[in-house]
């Protein structure tokens, strides 16, 4: 299935992910009432469809739409009978599926999960980019925390807060007077008039040969006529 061009990019984003997670998923068959035969990947060999071409579907006697109960018989394998080697390669995968308990529904197992049930948290954790933990770590993300602050945090040390060096970037102002004027000011690495920032309190030389957005007199001056 491929996404649709008017679906939402929520719904969009999930149908991308089935690639990624269709190898941690299990088809455990039982009555097979519910597993497709070409469309599910229920065997070692994947989804039939990609390994068995459309005319050796047809050819094989059954529809693109049975199920897997078509091919079981008092609790064992019956396989259409084949001349084509591919198929019968197929169907030797085939027997070599466990039946499960007949009076059982068909079942979909996800491997992470400790149970074969699935729950977002493993999925998290299986799907997520990993990389090096940062010494901010614990800071930004602990139970202490307040949600919010965390994740203003989190766009602090990654560099993605809307300070005016990035607004004057974009055009969207003309000049900048905000003492946090850059991500480089407020991480206390403003090298211009040795400012320091301490709980959003700044203390500066009152000289006037820095650049404005790291004066305060200027700032002042600026905050004053606004």
């Not at 047809?58 to 009978?81: A, F, M, Q, T, Y």
């Not at 807060?161 to 403003?190: A, I």
Request: charged share 20%; net charge positive.
């Amino acid at each position: 299935m491929n996404p649709p061009d008017d679906c939402s990019w929520i719904w969009r984003g999930i149908l991308q992910t089935r690639e990624h997670t269709k190898k941690y998923t299990r088809y455990q068959v039982a009555n097979g009432k519910s597993t497709h035969i070409f469309h599910d990947p229920w065997t070692a060999a994947g989804r039939l469809t990609e390994t068995i071409s459309r005319s050796e579907r047809r050819s094989s006697g059954l529809r693109e739409g049975d199920k897997v109960d078509k091919l079981i018989v008092n609790g064992h394998w019956r396989l259409p009978n084949t001349l084509s080697a591919q198929l019968r390669e197929v169907w030797e995968e085939v027997e070599n599926t466990e039946i499960h308990r007949m009076e059982a529904e068909d079942r979909v197992i996800w491997t992470p999960g400790p149970r074969g049930n699935f729950l977002i948290s493993t999925a998290y954790a299986v799907l997520r980019c990993r990389g090096p933990q940062q010494e901010w770590t614990k800071a930004a993300w602990n139970s202490f925390n307040i949600p919010p602050h965390s994740f203003i945090t989190w766009l602090a040390m990654q560099g993605r807060l809307t300070t005016q060096d990035k607004l004057l970037q974009w055009g969207k102002t003309n000049e900048s007077v905000c003492v946090l004027c850059s991500h480089d000011h407020y991480k206390k690495t403003c090298t211009a008039t040795n400012t320091t920032v301490q709980n959003q309190n700044v203390t500066s030389n009152n000289t006037t040969t820095g650049p404005k957005i790291c004066n305060v007199q200027l700032y002042n001056e600026a905050k004053t006529n606004s």
